[in-house]
């Protein structure tokens, strides 16, 4: 009797603590999912959204809205990073955590009322707040309860997780787009459901608990402390290269097939964006674990190389909306969207645990920002700067990843080494 009785509160221990993990990569891996959902269904209700509130089909003057409205999402994913980076670390991921999701699951089911483009504009900034807040939330979170060796497959899987949304957002749209871009935006609301799991069911890092216990407090000027200042600077830039390539390249695709086909182009958007979302699936998956197999610096530069490489393919050598566009599109998601898988497993390395929420926030969402700003000055002004070739922009823009290939080499290989305390 003795010996079963010592023996079960172990197992029960050992059990709910597999329980608590899987649970706390799961609802980090919905909150990514959603967030890919939400950014998928803008990106293919954009347009048919701006020919309403505008009232008009002049092409040149959707494309330069919705350049703003991409450029309106980037710069309120970048604010949130920041504001709910810093909260994350002061009270904690999973509380944050809820408020982020509530915040981009309303905003973007409020798009759906919305009567002027202003008002389509701040349900766009406003939701992404929220969806960039979650970005640095989820990773330090699940960075933080699992097991060191289990990281680079972690990152991979949250990586994949928000191109699974793109996925869904495309088969949404392909199969529903007929009924309407304000009945299809509702779907943003689903998300809210997900804070009633993290509320009852997930508890804070044990890590960020003793990190509080210990008497640590996070401060935004930590970042540039002399020990931290290189790694902050240098992971703005590295991550600036992979947004930019994503939103100034990448995403460019969808918006180029309608100028394409042409008139509603619903169902190969649709198309596009799916082939698409295969790729970035695969890609995102492979990040983790390629960063660990090859070492960080090495896999980052073979991912820029590989990226500049498809993109090129892509835009010097497709002339229509065919089965060579989608294919190409498709490894071109491979290699731009690896990025996703990576960055989840390298920025948490960087920063230690009192300020990491806050230092990953930081550092993700400044490529941000500058991907905002390429976009109001390029792409939303792509008659004037490009010709309205979207074949010139998009092989301009790719160069980007050349900037990458050189500035990784400016930050430390981290491949074995645990996270910082």
């Not at 350049?67 to 944050?96: C, E, H, N, P, W």
């Not at 799991?197 to 930590?222: C, H, N, T, Y």
């Not at 610096?297 to 590989?306: E, K, P, Q």
């Not at 089965?323 to 960055?343: D, E, K, P």
């Amino acid at each position: 009797m003795s010996e079963v009785t010592t023996k079960s509160p172990k197992t029960t221990i050992q059990s709910a603590s597999r329980m608590t993990l899987w649970l706390v990569l799961i609802v980090a891996w919905l909150g990514w999912m959603f967030d890919g959902m939400e950014m998928g269904l803008y990106s293919v209700l954009a347009h048919p959204a701006l020919k309403e509130l505008l009232g008009t089909t002049d092409k040149a003057l959707i494309g330069k809205y919705a350049g703003y409205m991409f450029a309106l999402f980037l710069l309120g994913a970048s604010m949130g990073g920041f504001v709910f980076g810093q909260l994350g670390d002061r009270i904690g991921r999973v509380k944050t955590m809820i408020i982020t999701v509530l915040v981009y699951s309303v905003f973007t089911g409020l798009t759906r009322f919305t009567q002027e483009t202003w008002q389509f504009g701040a349900c766009r900034f406003l939701g992404a707040m929220g969806l960039g807040g979650e970005w640095g939330l989820g990773v330090a979170l699940v960075m933080e309860t699992w097991p060191n060796a289990s990281r680079p497959v972690l990152a991979g899987l949250l990586g994949s997780s928000a191109n699974v949304g793109f996925l869904i957002s495309s088969l949404v749209n392909w199969r529903y787009g007929n009924l309407g871009w304000r009945n299809v935006i509702l779907i943003g609301l689903v998300p809210a459901l997900l804070t009633l799991i993290i509320r009852m069911a997930i508890k804070e890092p044990e890590k960020w608990v003793k990190a509080r216990e210990r008497g640590e407090r996070p401060d935004l000027r930590q970042l540039w402390d002399p020990g931290l200042r290189r790694n902050t600077i240098f992971a703005c830039l590295i991550a600036s290269v992979a947004v930019v390539g994503t939103w100034g390249v990448f995403q460019l695709i969808p918006t180029w097939v309608n100028t394409m086909v042409g008139g509603a182009a619903v169902r190969e958007r649709a198309v596009a964006a799916t082939w698409m979302a295969f790729g970035q699936i695969v890609g995102s998956f492979i990040g983790g674990p390629a960063a660990e197999w090859l070492g960080r610096r090495i896999s980052y530069a073979i991912f820029c190389i590989a990226s500049l490489a498809s993109a090129l393919l892509v835009y010097q050598t497709v002339t229509g909306y065919n089965l060579h566009l989608l294919i190409l599109a498709a490894i071109a998601g491979v290699f731009t969207t690896a990025f996703f898988g990576w960055l989840p497993l390298y920025l948490p390395e960087l920063f230690p645990t009192r300020i990491r929420s806050t230092g990953e926030g930081i550092t993700f969402n400044i490529g941000r920002i500058v991907a905002a700003l390429a976009i109001i000055f390029g792409f939303g002004q792509l008659d004037k700067v490009f010709g309205g070739s979207f074949e010139r922009a998009g092989s301009t823009m790719s160069f980007v990843y050349v900037i990458g290939l050189i500035l990784i080499w400016f930050l430390p290989e981290t491949k074995g080494c645990k996270l910082p305390e």
